[in-house]
């Protein structure tokens, strides 16, 4: 009330007179009641009443991210204030780290997420690894162990990503001697890759002996020189395959005891054939002999090499598949067989 006064004061004081007409239309006609706000006595004559005069606007109540805040400006007149709203703040308050979220303390928005993301890596249908790591870590994808490696369902980022991954092995592989190469796909193709010669393996020391019961197809790489001994040893699910004219020697056993095999294509580039290659592959039907038949072969009961020539071919190749007790067909390029 002091105040008021006080503004009155100066208002009659600098103006002559005692109330604003703040535009609110409470002088208008002369009428000087005004609301009764103001002792307006004699004041109101001719129109020549004061405008408000408001100071700077202040701030009465900050805006936060969910409420609007609130301005005000008071008349140095006759007090009167005048508000207006601020709009909402796109300004959060972030409140204490729970459980790697730091959240709005006012709205409660997710401000910050520091939880560490999840990698799954999954082989053959069985979760082999999971880690948990930090956005920017260093994600280290598991191996089969040796020289192995897996192929993933797409390529492993090197550093961690604000997401969750989950890798699935589409192949496993790894060397097969020199710089050949072997891959198996989970679903029953082997794939020998690279150049060059395979090494020599035992009965059981393929790597890809773990899938020896499941391999069905096998595909060998036009680059591979040699095929290692005992190297598709006892697949006995594979039927057919196709050897690729780099092949110039197939090593002792290579596909022996292939129980189901049924159609094998020598490659024109053969120089030599190993002891015994197909023996106990019993159900071997069809050999087919691609280039010039200018090759060796031993056979396994009296290890003698065998060279075969035009001169007998089929004599030559029965001698070769007589393990086998197979029915002996073959095609040949230039139509002699
Ligand atoms: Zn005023
Ligand atoms: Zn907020």
Not at 120 to 130: A, L, M, S, Y
Not at 151 to 169: C, E, G, K
Not at 177 to 189: D, H
Request: charged share 20%; aromatic share 8%; proline share 3%.
């Amino acid at each position: 009330m002091k105040k008021i006064v006080l503004l009155l004061v100066v208002c009659l004081l600098s103006l002559g007179l005692v109330a604003c007409n703040g535009g609110q239309g409470g002088n208008e006609g002369g009428s000087t009641e005004g609301g009764g706000s103001t002792d307006g006595g004699g004041s109101t004559d001719g129109g020549a009443v004061c405008a408000h005069t408001f100071g700077e606007w202040t701030t009465a109540e900050e805006a936060t991210c969910n409420k609007e805040g609130k301005q005000v400006r008071v008349c140095t007149k006759c007090s009167e204030e005048e508000e207006k709203a601020i709009p909402e703040s796109d300004r959060h308050t972030p409140g204490e780290e729970q459980n790697g979220l730091v959240r709005c303390a006012v709205c409660d928005a997710v401000l910050e997420d520091n939880r560490p993301h999840t990698v799954t890596f999954k082989v053959n249908g069985t979760v082999i690894e999971t880690l948990s790591l930090q956005e920017g870590e260093a994600i280290t994808a598991p191996t089969p162990g040796g020289s192995q490696w897996y192929v993933w369902s797409s390529t492993v980022p090197t550093v961690m990503p604000s997401r969750d991954l989950v890798f699935t092995a589409v192949a496993i592989g790894g060397s097969a001697g020199g710089k050949t190469t072997w891959e198996y796909n989970f679903n029953g193709k082997l794939k020998i890759g690279g150049t060059g010669d395979m090494v020599t393996f035992t009965t059981t020391s393929q790597p890809w002996h773990a899938y020896k019961q499941e391999i069905t197809s096998l595909e060998i790489a036009n680059g591979i020189t040699k095929i290692g001994k005992y190297a598709f040893f006892d697949l006995v699910k594979l039927e057919k395959v196709v050897i690729p004219d780099s092949v110039t020697w197939i090593s002792d056993y290579a596909f022996a005891a292939c129980d189901w095999i049924r159609d094998i294509t020598l490659g024109a580039g053969l120089i030599y054939m190993g002891e015994d290659v197909f023996v106990s592959s019993y159900n071997l039907e069809r050999l087919t002999v691609r280039g010039t038949l200018n090759w060796t072969a031993v056979d396994g009961r009296f290890s003698t090499p065998i060279t075969f020539s035009k001169s007998d071919p089929y004599q030559n190749a029965s001698i070769l598949l007589e393990n086998c007790e197979a029915k002996f067909v073959t095609e040949q390029a230039d139509g002699l067989w």
